[in-house]
């Protein structure tokens, strides 16, 4: 039927028609926050390229923690900055280590909040590389030990999923033994399956102070114009025992959400970045464009591409916004 006898505007008249054809959701429980942590008391240190994102002290991280049950979000991501790097990355799987610590603390005092341990070494190595280096490039293999021993060391300290974020090959199958040798069967795995070199990655580095002293990641993280190679990298880790897959970045590979999407039938997870939330909080510094508005549209779009979970740093002020309709 064409126009005029069809109208695709007659559904659109007012909110409650636009309501009840409404196609896609965003759900506080699709939400997941990122939460920088960092050794001492009182720290709150404000990252200037993420404006509303702190570094925070274990004590200011249970504040954070309450305030995130409070919103109705079901889960946080932990990223660790150690007291010291070195070129073993020792702090991310010692048992006194800043994320062992700090979940020791929340499962304590916040124990129903689901906290996820991202699982990297680069904020714990003095070079900024997320893997041992060996003539002047990281070494994968040698990797996954210290990958799988810092797994252990978040699920002894009680962790309630781990996030390899490194994309080294393999790390999927070797953590998932380690896990398993050791009793943690139950502790499931959300593995950053397609993970790009990107440039929107920038304000993280700022926050994770795990910027690379020399050369990039473009020798583990995948490359931009590929999306066939994400299928395959999310098939060895769903093999691998992946049991949530990720896209990461999101908004510029909406399209790679998509097609892991109709591959795939488990949960798929987008990381909406550093570098997505710094361009939207600088434009509306600017007056540029409406915050709340442009932060509803770009993740309902993510959910509308097909990503079931978000972490994302608008996680308290969606949650807020979704409360108030
Ligand atoms: C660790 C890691 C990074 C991010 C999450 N885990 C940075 C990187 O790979 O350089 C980026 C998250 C963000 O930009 O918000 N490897």
């Given amino acids: 039927m064409l126009f005029p006898d069809y109208r695709p505007r007659r559904l659109r008249k007012n909110e409650n028609l636009r309501r009840m054809i409404r196609e896609t959701s965003l759900s506080v429980d699709n939400l997941i926050e990122p939460l920088f942590v960092v050794p001492g008391k009182g720290v709150r240190k404000p990252i200037t390229s993420m404006p509303g994102v702190f570094q925070l002290s274990v004590d200011e991280l249970i504040r954070e923690a309450r305030e995130v049950q409070a919103a109705g979000i079901p889960a946080v991501i932990l990223f660790g900055i150690p007291d010291k790097k070195d070129d073993r990355a020792s702090g991310a799987y010692a048992s006194e280590g800043i ?17 996820i341990g991202d699982v990297c070494l680069c904020e714990y190595m003095s070079h900024g590389h997320c893997g041992l280096i060996q003539d002047g490039d990281v070494d994968n293999d040698a990797t996954l030990e210290l990958l799988a021993r810092t797994a252990l060391a978040q699920a002894k300290a009680g962790i309630d999923m781990v996030a390899p974020s490194d994309m080294m090959d393999g790390r999927v199958a070797e953590i998932r033994q380690a896990l398993d040798e050791n009793g943690y069967e139950n502790l499931p795995i959300l593995a950053y399956s397609a993970k790009y070199a990107s440039a929107f990655y920038g ?6 102070e795990s910027a690379p002293q ?46 892991v999407r109709e591959e795939f039938d488990l949960p798929v997870a987008a990381y909406n970045v550093s570098g997505e939330y710094a361009m939207v909080k ?44």
Avoid: H
Wanted: charged residues 30%; aromatic residues 6%; contains cysteine.
């Fill in 282 to 325: 600088a434009a509306a510094q600017q007056g540029w464009l409406d915050e709340e508005r442009v932060m509803m549209e770009i993740l309902t779009a993510i959910r509308r591409a097909g990503a079931d979970l978000i972490l994302t740093y608008f996680a308290r002020p969606a949650a807020a916004k979704l409360r108030k309709g």
């Fill in 99 to 115: 994320i062992q610590r700090a979940v020791r603390a929340l499962k304590d005092q916040v124990p129903d909040l689901i906290v």
């Fill in 203 to 208: 304000p993280f580095r700022e926050a994770a």
């Fill in 214 to 259: 020399f050369g990039d990641r473009r020798s583990y993280q995948m490359d931009p114009p590929n999306a066939r190679e994400a299928i395959r990298e999310v098939s060895l880790d769903v093999e691998e025992g992946a049991d949530i897959i990720m896209v990461k970045p999101a908004l510029a590979y909406l399209d790679v959400i998509c097609r």
